[in-house]
């Protein structure tokens, strides 16, 4: 799981290099719109392949909290989750709930487990603020810049985006090994 998360990141981060590498050759886009260059050509592709790598990191993510739900009520049958188990694939994608419940579901496993992590609203924030900016930044169609400035600020964000994702790996991956220590002691200890 940690595998796909920094593959997600490493196409981010790609990403936004070959568009401030490109910058220049993306500004031709503004004169002529059917023009596709090379920089934006390599970006949409990233993007596909981030896409995919996306799709593993959920798929990956949503397996490891089952798992780590199904020590967590072993090693404390006691413990009041906040969520039905079957959220853990559920949430990332359902509108309203997406923006609240992963928090839950990783907050309260890891809990339950008596894990490390003492809070995990700066990852949160960060994932919050990641989907949002991916959201600003996906692969435009050349007829949406109109100007230069169109092209800097389109490219700005994709900076932003790929800073940010950094960081959320990086508080993500605390988690992740924190409450995986925590399960794997939980057994050990049986």
Aim: with cysteine; hydrophobic share 55%; charged share 15%.
């Amino acid at each position: 799981m940690l595998a796909a998360s920094l593959v997600v990141t490493a196409i981010t981060v790609a990403a936004a290099g070959v568009a401030t590498l490109g910058l220049e050759d993306l500004k031709v886009v503004v004169d002529d719109p059917r023009r596709v260059p090379s920089a934006l050509d390599t970006v949409n592709s990233l993007a596909g392949a981030c896409l995919v790598a996306v799709l593993a990191a959920w798929v990956a993510t949503a397996w490891w909290l089952v798992d780590l739900r199904r020590v967590a009520d072993w090693a404390a049958p006691d413990y009041r989750h906040r969520r039905s188990d079957w959220w853990a694939l559920a949430a990332w994608v359902v509108p309203i709930v997406n923006l609240w419940f992963p928090y839950q579901l990783v907050a309260d496993n890891s809990r339950a487990l008596g894990s490390r992590a003492r809070t995990f609203w700066p990852w949160w924030i960060a994932w919050l603020l990641i989907s949002t900016g991916t959201g600003f930044v996906s692969s435009p169609s050349s007829e949406e810049w109109t100007s230069a400035r169109d092209v800097e600020v389109w490219v700005t964000g994709m900076q932003l985006n790929a800073a940010l994702t950094v960081v959320g790996l990086a508080l993500w991956w605390r988690i992740v090994r924190a409450a995986t220590r925590a399960a794997e002691a939980a057994v050990a200890r049986d």
